[in-house]
């Protein structure tokens, strides 16, 4: 099986920094694509930042300039700094991971989302 699990949120004041990680373990054999996703409360479920296919990184219009995506590939793990947050950030923030892990002994595509973790900004 393969599970995502990410880390580091929690409560800070305006204009403070995060750092989230979120990790892809088990039957992982390789992975092709992992983005960060946050769910403000009471909103949809948004992108917030991804590396493309090309390997280049795409972010939400909202965390330009503020939010940073890097990754391990070794350790297939990517990262999420977040500067300047502001009261809107405030979300669950999920990672999603796509690739190819050995499921019930065969090599097989696999989609899974994290459990998310609670990012709240406030003052």
């Not at 409560?11 to 960060?36: D, E, F, I, N």
């Not at 403000?40 to 493309?52: C, D, M, W």
Request: charged share 20%; aromatic share 10%; hydrophobic share 35%.
């Amino acid at each position: 099986q393969v599970h995502l699990v990410e880390s580091g949120g929690g409560l800070v004041q305006p204009g403070r920094s995060l750092r989230l990680s979120c990790v892809a373990s088990g039957t992982v054999y390789k992975v092709h694509h992992m983005s960060w996703y946050r769910q403000p409360p009471g909103k949809e479920r948004e992108l917030v930042a991804s590396f493309t296919t090309g390997g280049n990184t795409n972010y939400a219009d909202s965390v330009k300039g503020r939010f940073t995506i890097s990754r391990d590939n070794a350790e297939n793990t990517i990262h999420l700094q977040m500067n300047m947050l502001k009261p809107e950030d405030t979300a669950v923030y999920f990672c999603n991971a796509d690739g190819v892990a050995y499921l019930y002994g065969i090599l097989q595509e696999f989609d899974r989302w994290g459990q998310g973790t609670q990012v709240t900004v406030s003052s």
